[in-house]
């Protein structure tokens, strides 16, 4: 008797379960899994949504270190974009390898990787059409325009947070 009591006492359980589950007021149509992103297109949300960023060079044995607000996606790679009279654009050129950091909240992320540059007007248009107000200063055509993009495969992009462990990702 305690046995069939139990067994429809687990059955009453679950057909309430699946009743729930199945109720179309608590179904949602968000999937139980959200989709993972591309790692390079978490990097460029993660930093386009904390705004600035920092950028570290070398200037000959010396380390500097600056803000930069810019950040795109163009032909699947991540782009930054300066002026060819900067310091910061003659240290690039100089020596490719940069490391880049951002805070958003209690989470940040550091990139590091070789920088490249990129002369076409194509990829300069591209970066100029995401930040309209660059154009009062830059110009696809000008000679001090200068975008470089994370050359694939030298970049790794690590996601930190005092709550969870970091979570590292290669592109």
Same mark, same amino acid.
């Given at each position: 008797? /305690? +046995? ?5 006492? %687990?059955?009453?359980l679950?057909? %309430?379960? %699946? !009743?729930?589950?199945?109720? !179309?007021?608590?179904?949602t *149509?968000k999937?139980?899994?959200e ?5 390079i297109?978490?990097t460029?949300?993660?930093? !386009?949504?904390?705004? $600035?960023y920092?950028?570290?060079t070398? *200037? &000959? ?12 996606i163009?032909?699947? +790679? @991540? ?6 009279? +900067? ?5 690039? $050129? #100089? &020596?490719? !390898?940069?490391e880049? %950091?951002?805070?958003?909240? *209690?989470?940040?992320?550091r990139?590091?990787g070789?920088?490249?540059?990129d002369?076409?007007?194509? #990829? /300069?248009a ?6 309209e107000?660059l154009?009062?200063?830059y110009?696809?055509d *000008?000679?001090?325009t200068m975008? @470089? ?6 970049v ?8 969870? #462990?970091?979570?590292e990702? &290669?592109f």
């Open positions: 008797m /305690k +046995k069939t009591l139990l067994a429809l006492a %687990c059955m009453s679950f057909i %309430c379960g %699946c !009743k729930t589950i199945f109720n !179309k007021q608590t179904v *149509d999937p139980l899994l989709p993972i992103m591309p790692p297109q978490q460029y949300q993660f930093i !386009k949504e904390a705004r $600035v920092y950028i570290a070398v *200037d &000959n044995d010396q380390p500097r270190v600056r803000p930069f607000g810019t950040i795109h163009f032909e699947d +790679k @991540l782009y930054i974009q300066t002026g060819r009279s +900067k310091n910061v654009a003659k240290q690039l $050129v #100089a &020596n490719g !390898k940069v880049i %950091c951002a805070m958003k909240g *209690d989470e940040w992320i990139v590091s070789v920088l490249v540059e002369p076409r007007r194509e #990829a /300069k591209s970066m100029l059409d995401e930040y107000s154009k009062s200063m110009s696809a *000008d000679d001090n975008v @470089l993009y994370f050359q694939p495969g030298t790794t992009a690590t996601i930190y947070s005092f709550e969870h #462990a970091p979570e990702m &290669n």
